[in-house]
């Protein structure tokens, strides 16, 4: 994507009271209504520690965990934190996308829709335009420099590689006797870093115990058994030579080299090469010449080894110590350089697209579509593989419209819709639609500002509302937001829809009656609240009706922390949404109709479904548990659950349409 554009972003709203909000009541005032605004429910989604957590947990819970996300400027992957929460509604309609794993046998799969993105390497294409043989991303740890020296350099010690005849991916592994657990302990730990590894341990052919440490197999462990082994046996080379530096050469000497010290003579490092043939010897010594180590090979009982001339060893000694102050005892403490290194780098990896399958298995009885909002680089890790995701604005540029979330631009300066998630496809076509005759000439500078409209937990008449709302227009040069008269009029201009001002008053004739909440112009109900804007201070406050609270509390549940009673808390503990879900498309699943006559099925199996799981630590516990109360709780909280599945599935069948 083209540079960003510097999209200014809607400030945050407290609620009115709040010390940010001191004076608002000083000046003409703007009161409007406040509106707010996939993948199967087990698609893993990668967090930032590498572990893994299923999409519908993350939706239904409205975790704020933060997931790994790819920097397409930056070309990192790093740690973004989860902004929004969707429940898409249910489908039958899925695509299982097979994976190539790290080796032949296992195997990736990605459950999705055909309409989500997923980023290629020829570009973000939707599932339904992939094609067998495309290649995908997933990230990796990118191997640095420390983990690569030591690799070269183990080999050339007490390490080996291992390949087994079905051609799958090679393992390290790295052997050390008792006196060198601790140094074997710090190769472990580099390795852990960027493989899985195991550890054991065995008594040699000399009788003594070995402790052992092997990785998994691992793809970016070909490029090292090509190098450095021939023949399914090490190999000395001149490139493998040429790719060692000091760190490998100070791996090497840790596992395979001693240092000879006396009165009479400087100390001499020497290298046990005898595992390896003459010609392999002289290939390495003409390598450390052209390091700067002048070398000799020297024979003892008709096994040769290399030892450093006194100068070179005396060179090799005091660059050996940089990096492990310890190394006459071959102790790898203080070796604050390594620490230094070890510090991870990610990156992205290719991986192949074997099989694209129509439906889902059995065993996925969950037909409900998820998605999620992350903030800033709009991507995540489904199934270890890079996606696109799904308070909204937009600006003009030229002949151009350029979009963007709360937290990011979705289309490039160029219009480039690449980077759009399907929660905002409805909003930015209608928008286009509706302004591509108006004259835009004259709105350069202006950023407008507006609510996506796509369900949530308030009951919106969805066939009546409008995919945008806007609320606020921006103006970039001045800095400041346009009063509300002069915004609607914009907005006018344009043939947008924007949210309607209660009642235009001056703060000093503000009463109780005035900040009372009133009926939504979009739900046969109270609005969800009300936002207090003083555009000559340019300050604004919100007050949420109680109503508002009460149904999104039914709707994603109570925080345990603020439970009004021990029933409330065992409510908001037991009865989630996951929960809820299981139970409606069961019912679905068995034949019933999404609709409101799930209400007689739902509330008992979900009443049931708790008594059963959770009896004896409900029987067991303290808290006193008010059956009558809690029973109509778990009916209250399914109400709110069938509902909103019924809306977004009845949007989502609209939008496909």
Known sequence: MAEELKFKKYPKIRQLGHKENEGILDGELCIEEKIDGCFDYKTPILLEDFSQMSIGKIVNERLPVKVLSYNIKTKKIEPKKVVNWFKNGLTNNWKTLVIKGKTISKKKEILVTPNHKIYTNKGIKKVSELKIGEKVFFPKHKLNQLIEQLILGSLLGDSCMKKNKEKRNPLITTCHSKKQKDYLYLKRTILDNFFSTKEDSYISGYGS??????????????????????????????KWMDNLSLLGLSFWYLDDGSIAISDKQKPRITFHTQGFSLEENKIIIKSLKKK????????????????????????????????????????????????????????????????????????????????????????YFASKVLVSNSNFRFMFKGKR????????????????????????????????????NSKKQKLKGLMFFGENCIKHSYEYDW?????????????????????????????????????????????KDITEKSLEIPMSDYADNLAEGIVIKNYKKQIFAKKVSDKFREINRKTFGTSKKWAKDDTEWYVSKYCTNARIDKHIFKAVDDGNELDLKL?????????????EECWEEIAFSKKIINLNKFKKMVSGRCLAVVKQVMTNTALGEKDAK
């Open 463 to 507: 066939d009546k509302i409008p995919p945008f709302l806007g609320f606020d227009v921006y103006d970039l040069k001045k800095e400041q937001f346009i009063d509300f008269k002069k915004k609607h009029l914009l907005f006018k201009k344009l043939g947008l829809p924007s949210i309607e001002s209660v009642i235009g008053v001056w703060g």
């Open 401 to 436: 419209i350029i979009f963007g979330s709360r937290t990011q631009q979705l289309t490039s300066n160029e219009g480039d819709d690449s980077n759009v998630g399907k929660n905002f496809r409805r909003c930015i076509g209608f928008i286009r639609e509706t302004v591509k």
């Open 292 to 379: 700067g180590y002048d070398a000799n090979i020297c024979k003892h009982k008709d096994k040769q080894h290399i030892t450093l001339t006194t100068d070179a060893s005396e060179k090799f000694i005091m660059e050996l110590s940089l990096i492990f102050p310890n190394y006459r005892n071959k102790s790898v403490k203080g070796n604050s350089i390594i620490t230094l290194l070890s510090k991870n780098i990610n990156d992205l990896v290719e991986t192949e697209i074997l099989e694209i399958r129509d439906g889902k298995k059995e065993c996925y009885k969950n037909n409900k579509k998820y998605d999620i909002e992350v903030e800033d680089n709009h991507n």
């Open 599 to 611: 209400m007689s099925i739902v509330p008992n199996a979900v009443y049931r479904d708790i008594w």
């Open 209 to 238: 115990k070995m402790y052992r440490v092997r990785t998994n197999t691992d793809v970016r462990l070909e490029k090292f058994y090509k190098l450095c082994y021939k023949n399914c046996k090490k190999k000395v080379n001149n």
